[in-house]
C-alpha cells in the first residue's frame, strides 16, 4: 500500500497478526488539497490479509488509536470510533477498511 497524507487526517495501519510494530501511522504533512501544498513524500508498506486500515478526519480525536478495538466489522469499528472519539464540535468521518487478500 502507498499512501500521504495532508492536513488534518489520521490515518492508522493496523496489523492483523503479531508483529511489532503493531500499529502504523500516516506520516502528515501541513496543508489543504486543492492549494499550495509542501513537498510531498508517499510512504509504502506491505499489507496482509487480516490487516485493518483507519483514516479519520480531524473531527475525531487522535487518541482513538491508543484504544483502538479492531474487532467485528469495519461499520462497527468505525461507529466505535465516532462515538468514544467524535468531537461534539466539528464533523467527523472515519474510514475503516480490512484487507481480505488478493483475488487469485
Not at 500521504?4 to 502504523?24: C, D, I, K, Y
Amino acid at each position: 500500500m502507498t499512501w500521504v497524507g495532508v492536513g488534518n487526517v489520521e490515518g492508522r495501519l493496523v496489523r492483523g497478526r503479531a508483529r511489532n510494530p503493531r500499529q502504523e501511522s500516516l506520516l502528515l504533512r501541513p496543508g489543504v488539497a486543492g492549494q499550495e501544498l509542501p513537498a510531498l513524500t508517499a510512504a509504502t508498506l506491505p499489507v496482509e490479509r487480516g490487516d485493518l486500515l483507519v483514516f479519520a478526519t480531524d473531527g475525531v480525536r487522535v487518541d482513538f488509536a491508543d484504544s483502538l478495538d479492531v474487532t467485528g466489522t469495519c461499520s462497527s469499528v468505525a461507529e466505535r470510533v465516532l462515538r468514544s472519539h467524535g468531537r461534539q464540535t466539528d464533523d467527523a468521518l472515519v474510514v475503516v477498511v480490512r484487507y481480505l487478500g488478493s483475488v487469485s
